[in-house]
């Protein structure tokens, strides 16, 4: 049995074997393409004993390895999307060796060729939408100070309700958003809201969203972005373009 096995970091067309030649990817192992039909795989060698089942279970709990290993990763697939169509694979996606990636693909032939398909000419952005502080007028509480227990919690109440209003109001502007970026993509991915911890924003986000958007719609979605500068329920964030993990999910479960 070999000490390795063979490690997926994405799908692609129009690679030549060529372009990655002094690429490495996880473990330091050099970048190779394995191609059939017309579908290729980037691939790596890894060790077998870090990767097999039992021992990938107990690495995805230690943090400096999954950092490190999800950062080659993302290095292969974001060196090659650049410049070329790759549908991403999961993070540790791995099989028993060359062979059995080669039959994945012939096996599988039509449904890959149908992402990369989909995926051809479009990229993904992301879009997070924040409720401003302050939009529902909340700081009224604020100008005077509560003599009494009551009255302090009457005013608490009183904040509770504006801030509940306020954030009401955010996510209906965040609804309005979304369905105009919506017209403009192909699809749409609905990702789970970050507290302020992980979003490193004081303000609640309300909205996070992944949208497929073709090459020739990327003026409209910043002229729309734009158009939202100054309203004075939320605050919009538009990232990308990057390649597009959120939508290439084939293979995910093919072994």
Not at 91 to 98: G, I, M, P, S
């Amino acid at each position: 049995m070999s000490d390795t096995l063979t490690y997926v970091y994405a799908l692609a067309h129009g690679v030549d074997p060529g372009e990655v030649e002094g690429l490495t990817g996880v473990g330091g192992g050099a970048v190779r393409l394995l191609s059939t039909d017309g579908v290729a795989a980037i691939v790596s060698d890894v060790d077998r004993a870090e990767f097999q089942e039992r021992a990938l279970e107990e690495r995805l709990e230690d943090l400096e390895w999954l950092t490190a290993t999800a950062r080659a990763h993302h290095h292969v697939v974001d060196t090659l999307g650049h410049d070329h169509l790759v549908a991403p694979l999961a993070l540790a996606t791995v099989y028993f060796d060359d062979e059995r990636v080669r039959a994945v693909l012939a096996e599988n032939r039509d449904a890959f060729s149908a992402v990369l398909d989909q995926l051809a000419g479009r990229a993904e952005w992301g879009l997070k939408i924040y409720a401003r502080k302050g939009g529902g007028g909340g700081d009224a509480g604020e100008a005077a100070k509560p003599r009494s227990g009551a009255e302090y919690l009457r005013a608490r109440r009183k904040a509770l309700r504006e801030s509940e209003t306020s954030l009401d109001d955010a996510r209906e502007a965040a609804m309005e958003v979304d369905a105009a970026v919506t017209e403009l993509a192909a699809a749409t991915r609905s990702h789970r809201l970050q507290d302020a911890q992980l979003s490193g924003q004081s303000d609640p986000m309300v909205l996070n969203h992944a949208y497929l958007l073709p090459v020739e719609r990327v003026d409209e979605l910043r002229a729309l972005v734009a158009s939202f500068a100054d309203h004075p329920k939320v605050r919009v964030e538009v990232t990308g373009p990057w390649v597009p993990y959120s939508f290439a999910q084939a293979a995910q479960g093919a072994s």
